[in-house]
């Protein structure tokens, strides 16, 4: 779960495959950077996020925010790290 503020803004699920949005992520981007951190401070050597709410993580509306924190477009979805 990614807070910010105390607000729900996205739920990684175990493994790091699906991404949930909620509400809150639309008003405050930060979450996004947050992500990025756990791979940048050593918490998870890698994510590979394939599917963000009910669509393909490249096609998502937050694909674009993803790939300005460092994720790239990979076989199966939006990876950072080894």
Aim: hydrophobic content about 45%.
């Amino acid at each position: 779960m990614v807070l910010v503020d105390g607000w729900a803004c996205a739920y990684l699920e175990r493994g790091g495959r699906r991404l949930l949005t909620f509400p809150a992520a639309d008003d405050d981007t930060r979450w996004v950077g947050a992500l990025a951190d756990m791979v940048h401070r050593g918490r998870v050597r890698r994510l590979r996020v394939e599917r963000i709410d009910d669509g393909s993580a490249e096609s998502s509306p937050w694909a674009d925010a993803l790939r300005a924190v460092g994720f790239i477009d990979g076989y199966k979805g939006l990876s950072l790290g080894a």
